[in-house]
Structure formats: C-alpha cells, structure tokens
Nanobody, 117 residues
Framework: QVQLVESGGGLVQPGESLRLSCAGS??????????MRWYRRAPGKERELVAS???????TYADSVKGRFTISRDLAKSTVYLQMNSLITDDTAVYYC?????????WGQGTQVTVSS
C-alpha cells in the first residue's frame, strides 16, 4: 500500500523560507516512473497546481511561484521536495503532494503553511 507522508510546514514571516518533504513508500514501480506534483489550497480558493517534476526530471511551475519555489526529488529516498523561498502571505495554504502513475494517483495528507507577520 502506497503511503505519502508530508512534513515541513509551519508558520513563517514574509521573506522567509520553508522546505516541504513528501516521503513515499510502497510503490509498485520505480519511483522515477511517477509524475510528482505539489498542489495547494488556500482558504476560500480552489486547489492550485504549484509545481511538477516529470519522469525525465523536467519541472514546471505556476506563474505565482516561479523563481521562488523549486521542486526536486531524491529517487533513492522516494521523496519529493518543495523548497519555498521569499514566501509571501498569498502562499498561505495547505500543501499536498501528489504522485501519479499511469493508472494510479496518490495524495499526501497535507501540511499547513502560514505566512504572516
């Protein structure tokens, strides 16, 4: 059974940084064969795709985080990361990791990120 465990959220001030981690286990196939994404949902808003890392290692970002956030993965640890720099209040949300295979999609439990002065 696949499990995704997220960590790294918290309360920070504007301009500070956080690194989210999403540690996976129980995958049927090699971790590198999965598409990995970070989403977020802010209060009163729809879920937003924040960043993606593809099987070949390419990455894409939402315009709102481009240049500030970096998605990466450690294949040996089956872990995907989201480095968030220069945080702003609009980044406040619950962040979810998603790992997607051809016929499967798995979600983490979510981790709260609050940016406030």
């Amino acid at each position: 059974q696949v499990q995704l465990v997220e960590s790294g959220g918290g309360l920070v001030q504007p301009g500070e940084s956080l690194r989210l981690s999403c540690a996976g286990s129980g995958f049927r196939f090699r971790f590198s064969t999965y598409l990995m994404r970070w989403y977020r949902r802010a209060p009163g808003k729809e879920r937003e795709l924040v960043a993606s890392i593809f099987t070949a290692g390419g990455t894409t970002y939402a315009d709102s985080v481009k240049g500030r956030f970096t998605i990466s993965r450690d294949l040996a640890k089956s872990t995907v990361y989201l480095q968030m720099n220069s945080l702003i209040t609009d980044d406040t949300a619950v962040y979810y990791c998603n790992v997607q295979g051809v016929l499967s999609s798995y979600w983490g439990q979510g981790t709260q990120v609050t940016v406030s002065s």
